[in-house]
């Protein structure tokens, strides 16, 4: 079922600002070198590739980026800064990859005002559940995050506040939007 992606632009046009918050694509199921050093698939490549397509598409590149460090989030950054090109200001950070909610809450709150857009790319349960905490429990596409996020999945949430001052269950979703989704 395909995603109507000039719906979702113009209902993400809505808002001030906004949050992506994205699980970091397919990746194999084990390395040598442990957890952290896990690699994209090809099909993880290609859902990287996908996903920051349709974000362009959209104009919904953000202004701010903060990544885990583990390589498989990086390596679906990697693939997307390919269309998403310079503009986005890059972060790496360990703590997304294994402080959980916490670190994901620190970067909202030290966002500064001038960011209208951040995406987060970390991993699962940490990113459905953030999304779950910032949004509005009463919009339709909430129980979809009690799924959890499926590789290259991003939460689309916006606010009018800047994000630093988001709050429990302050911003509405966008969208979920899921590789399967687009066209």
Same mark, same amino acid.
């Given at each position: 079922?395909?995603?109507?992606?000039?719906?979702?632009?113009?209902?993400?046009?809505?808002?001030?600002?906004?949050?992506?918050?994205?699980?970091?694509?397919?990746? $194999?199921?084990? !390395?040598?070198?442990?957890?952290?050093?896990?690699?994209?698939?090809?099909? @993880?490549?290609?859902?990287?590739?996908?996903?920051?397509?349709?974000?362009?598409?959209?104009?919904?590149?953000?202004?701010?980026?903060?990544?885990?460090?583990?390589?498989?989030?990086?390596?679906?950054?990697?693939?997307?800064?390919?269309?998403?090109?310079?503009?986005? !200001?890059?972060?790496?950070?360990?703590?997304?990859?294994?402080? @959980?909610?916490?670190?994901?809450?620190? $970067?909202?709150?030290?966002?500064?005002?001038?960011?209208?857009?951040?995406?987060?790319?970390?991993?699962?349960?940490?990113?459905?559940?953030?999304?779950?905490?910032?949004?509005?429990? $009463?919009?339709?596409?909430?129980?979809?995050?009690?799924? @959890?996020?499926?590789?290259?999945?991003?939460?689309?949430?916006?606010?009018? $506040?800047?994000?630093?001052?988001?709050?429990?269950?302050?911003? !509405?979703?966008?969208?979920?939007?899921?590789?399967? !989704?687009?066209?």
């Amino acid at each position: 079922m395909a995603i109507d992606l000039k719906d979702v632009a113009a209902r993400a046009r809505r808002y001030g600002h906004l949050v992506l918050m994205m699980r970091h694509a397919k990746t $194999e199921s084990s !390395h040598a070198g442990g957890d952290a050093k896990r690699e994209l698939t090809d099909k @993880g490549l290609k859902q990287a590739k996908a996903i920051a397509r349709a974000l362009s598409g959209m104009d919904l590149v953000p202004d701010r980026i903060a990544c885990s460090s583990a390589r498989r989030a990086e390596h679906t950054l990697e693939r997307m800064l390919r269309t998403f090109g310079d503009a986005p !200001h890059v972060d790496y950070r360990r703590n997304l990859y294994d402080q @959980g909610l916490s670190s994901v809450f620190d $970067e909202l709150s030290t966002t500064k005002p001038k960011v209208h857009s951040l995406m987060i790319i970390g991993h699962e349960p940490t990113i459905s559940m953030a999304c779950q905490w910032i949004a509005d429990p $009463e919009e339709p596409a909430f129980d979809e995050l009690n799924l @959890g996020l499926s590789p290259a999945s991003v939460g689309i949430l916006g606010a009018d $506040e800047p994000i630093a001052a988001w709050r429990e269950h302050g911003a !509405h979703i966008v969208a979920v939007l899921k590789p399967k !989704h687009l066209p």
